[in-house]
């Protein structure tokens, strides 16, 4: 799908233009793509110009939320077929994602980008194939290119994230000149697409499932012993955890995680919030 080019709004921007009109200003500078970029929108009386388009000014506009234009209003970047699935801002610039209220990505201390680079970096992918299980926002992938990977398998199994992904301007394009064809993104239960891929024929794995309670199947051994097929011997692996249930249950996922990758094959152990290991 192609990606959103106009711009996108936030609590804090919309107040900016509405306070920039008001004070009788004819020009506002800052960000209308979430911080990747800044640019000058010119200021009129009914509407405002960005980019050679005119956009109506905004109304209320909701905190916790991003907006895009659909052609005739600012509507919410959020969509609801079975499930609530949104794009939410953060105090970083780089969004994060929610499915019913649930946040997807850490941003409490970091931007989620600068997270995955933190992970993306245990794994070394210059010059390498990357399998990327469980896409997301694409933040693994991004890294992923701007650390020199050779190319990168990225599956995604829910459509709204997919779409996320094109209004989000933080989310690597595939078909970007920049990406040079080295991002494979599949839309794909990568539980099922496994199975075609050949032995030994990845060199490392970024794994960033949902929680257990909703994905189990991605912690299973019959799956981590897929994982080990498909890397090569000495290929890492990062697993991300985090730690649900620790403090009311005592319960230690990612030991558990350790010791099913070690089962299937892997050297593994707790790093970060999750699990590292090499292929044995």
């Known amino acids: 799908m192609a990606h959103y080019q106009g711009p996108l709004l936030i609590e804090t921007t919309a107040n900016a233009l509405r306070a920039a009109r008001k004070a009788g200003d004819t020009t506002w500078r800052g960000s209308l793509d979430l911080g990747r970029s800044d640019g000058t929108a010119t200021l009129g009386d009914d509407h405002w110009g960005w980019r050679g388009a005119s956009y109506p000014y905004p109304g209320k506009v909701k905190p916790r939320t991003i907006y895009a234009w659909d052609g005739e209003a600012f509507e919410p970047v959020s969509r609801f077929e079975g499930s609530l699935i949104k794009l939410v801002p953060t105090a970083w610039g780089v969004p994060t994602f929610e499915i019913d209220g649930i946040k997807m990505l850490p941003t409490s201390r970091e931007s989620p980008l600068d997270d995955a680079r933190r992970k993306v970096a245990l794994v070394e992918p210059r010059g390498k194939v990357v399998l990327d299980t469980c896409g997301g926002l694409g933040y693994f992938a991004a890294c992923c290119l701007d650390a020199g990977v050779a190319r990168i398998q990225s599956f995604e199994k829910n459509p709204d994230v997919l779409w996320l992904r094109t209004i989000n301007p933080w989310s690597p394009d595939p078909d970007a000149a920049e990406a040079a064809g080295r991002l494979q993104l599949a839309h794909g239960d990568v539980v099922e697409a496994i199975a075609g891929i050949p032995d030994a024929s990845v060199d490392a794995i970024l794994h960033d499932p949902p929680r257990f309670g909703i994905a189990g199947e991605l912690y299973s051994q019959v799956f981590y012993n897929e994982l080990a097929r498909v890397i090569r011997r000495g290929g890492r ?44």
């Open 237 to 280: 692996l990062f697993h991300y955890t985090g730690s649900p249930n620790k403090l009311t249950t005592g319960r230690d996922v990612p030991a558990e995680v350790a010791a099913r990758l070690t089962k299937a094959g892997f050297r593994a152990k707790p790093e970060l919030d999750g699990v590292y290991g090499t292929r044995g």
